[in-house]
Nanobody, 123 residues
Framework: QAQLVESGGGLVQAGGSLRLSCAAS??????MGWFRRAPGKEREFVVA????????DYVESVKGRFLIYRDNAKNTVYLQMNSLKPEDTAVYYC??????????????????WGQGTQVTVSS
């Protein structure tokens, strides 16, 4: 059974860092990404990475602070989050596509989702 399992969320002070991991299993996944949902807000695209890892796309608000990378040998994608801000507080969801190799900001491009991991940044 194909699945995505996230880990690495937690509570951190503003300016701190966290690294999220998303371990994929059960089948081959191509493009992967992270979305987040803050309290009272809609799901938001954060970042995506291509199958090869050679291309990535970041939402403007995290550029220069977040870094996505993947290890295809381990079927795992990582999100290194630095200089965290209170507005980064959200549940973060890993997403994976079995159809698209390139990056996409559209949630409909992804057909597998993780259970979500909470990231809380205190001021």
């Amino acid at each position: 059974q194909a699945q995505l399992v996230e880990s690495g969320g937690g509570l951190v002070q503003a300016g701190g860092s966290l690294r999220l991991s998303c371990a994929a299993s059960g089948r081959t996944f191509y493009a992967m990404g992270w979305f987040r949902r803050a309290p009272g807000k809609e799901r938001e695209f954060v970042v995506a990475i291509s199958r090869s890892g050679g291309s990535s796309d970041y939402v403007e608000s995290v550029k220069g602070r977040f870094l996505i990378y993947r290890d295809n040998a381990k079927n795992t994608v990582y999100l290194q989050m630095n200089s965290l801000k209170p507005e980064d507080t959200a549940v973060y969801y890993c997403a994976a596509s079995t159809k698209y190799h390139g990056t996409s900001r559209w949630y409909g491009s992804y057909d597998y989702w993780g259970q979500g991991t909470q990231v809380t940044v205190s001021s």
